[in-house]
T-cell receptor, first 116, second 116 residues
Framework: AQSVTQPDIHITVSEGASLELRCNYSYGATPYLFWYVQSPGQGLQLLLKYFSGDTLVQGIKGFEAEFKRSQSSFNLRKPSVHWSDAAEYFCAVEKSKGGGADGLTFGKGTHLIIQP | GAVVSQHPSRVICKSGTSVKIECRSLDFQATTMFWYRQFPKQSLMLMATSNEGSKATYEQGVEKDKFLINHASLTLSTLTVTSAHPEDSSFYIC????????????FGPGTRLTVT
């Protein structure tokens, strides 16, 4: 079965500093990978996704992530964080890679705190 | 853009009663919807896949007789927590796949269930 590991439960970053959130996955083939952000009172919002092709993917709000097959990783990065980036971030993999839609397996999440 | 709504956003019920949570796709049809459960400060766990016109598919360990799912139409799925107990208190989130974008899903804002 697939699994997703986010090793950092909390990360504190100063506003304007760079950010990297780690994600490792376990899956038998090339997975569909996602990063979602969850803010209080709001639904999960998709930041970016990787299916195939270019291993560096660009997302919304200035985020990017790099798929590294050799390391089974899909780390999320942002060059300069803003106070509004404070939220919970989830890495996810599609449950099974079939022809139709399937549920997602989520990591435990990383809580991002922005220091002024 | 496409939106998934949930109703109610919060519900408090007494132990032993049943509670129904609705998930609606507002401007698109969803033959499949997913139900997740999120414990405080923890990850989302897929509970079941709701299929329009057929029975729901439950994940291992999820009691199908306790968490009844009905996909009544192409825009509505309901989750009924039967004979609720305090341990059922949680945040329940639904999602629906985005058509034409494999693996990508729209998430509802969630329903906070508290069983007293």
């Amino acid at each position: 079965a697939q699994s997703v590991t986010q090793p950092d439960i909390h990360i504190t970053v100063s506003e304007g500093a760079s950010l990297e959130l780690r994600c490792n996955y376990s899956y038998g083939a090339t997975p569909y990978l996602f990063w979602y952000v969850q803010s209080p009172g709001q639904g999960l919002q998709l930041l970016l996704k990787y299916f195939s092709g270019d291993t560096l993917v660009q997302g919304i709000k200035g985020f990017e992530a790099e798929f590294k097959r050799s390391q089974s990783s899909f780390n999320l990065r942002k060059p300069s964080v803003h106070w509004s980036d404070a939220a919970e971030y989830f890495c996810a993999v599609e449950k099974s890679k079939g022809g139709g839609a399937d549920g997602l397996t989520f990591g435990k999440g990383t809580h991002l705190i922005i220091q002024p | 853009g496409a939106v998934v709504s949930q109703h109610p956003s919060r519900v408090i019920c007494k132990s032993g009663t049943s509670v129904k949570i609705e998930c609606r796709s507002l401007d698109f049809q969803a033959t499949t919807m997913f139900w997740y459960r999120q414990f405080p400060k923890q990850s989302l766990m897929l509970m079941a896949t709701s299929n329009e016109g057929s029975k729901a598919t439950y994940e291992q360990g999820v009691e199908k007789d306790k968490f009844l799912i009905n996909h009544a139409s192409l825009t509505l799925s309901t989750l009924t927590v039967t004979s609720a107990h305090p341990e059922d208190s949680s945040f329940y989130i639904c999602s629906a796949p985005r058509l034409g974008s494999a693996g990508e899903q729209y998430f509802g804002p969630g329903t906070r269930l508290t069983v007293t």
